[in-house]
């Protein structure tokens, strides 16, 4: 059983920047499969960020270059580093991990808007 904590949401002006942070819990959190995905309102949840227990990263197309995921095994956290944000990066941010079940946090708000 994992559970996960997500923190640093909040508002912020359209280029500006926000680091989410996800803690967990658990053991051998190093060996998770992690990533962070959003909500926007009326809109399905998507991918965004994700990150291999070795560190390999993959990005959706909409954030490459602005977004950064990052993981620390020894503090189990990881981490969404955002910058030159959007309007519609607007959404309900929830971290992931996955080691065959599947966990998810509680969410936490972006909103991006002057």
């Known amino acids: 059983q994992v559970q996960l904590v997500e923190s640093g949401g909040g508002l912020v002006q359209p280029g500006g920047s926000l680091r989410l942070s996800c803690a967990a819990s658990?053991?051998?959190?190093?060996?998770?499969?992690m990533g962070w995905y959003r909500q926007a309102p009326g809109k399905q949840r998507e991918q965004v960020a994700v990150?291999?227990?070795?560190?390999?990263?993959m990005y959706a197309d909409s954030v490459k270059g602005r977004f950064t995921i990052s993981r620390d095994n020894a503090k189990n956290m990881v981490y969404l580093q955002m910058n030159s944000l959007k309007a519609e990066d607007t959404a309900v941010y929830y971290c992931?991990?996955?080691?065959?079940?599947?966990?998810w946090g509680q969410g936490t708000q972006v909103t991006v808007s002057s």
């Open positions: 992931l991990a996955r080691r065959g079940s599947v966990y």
């Open positions: 990150i291999s227990s070795v560190g390999n990263t």
């Open positions: 658990g053991s051998i959190f190093s060996t998770y499969f």
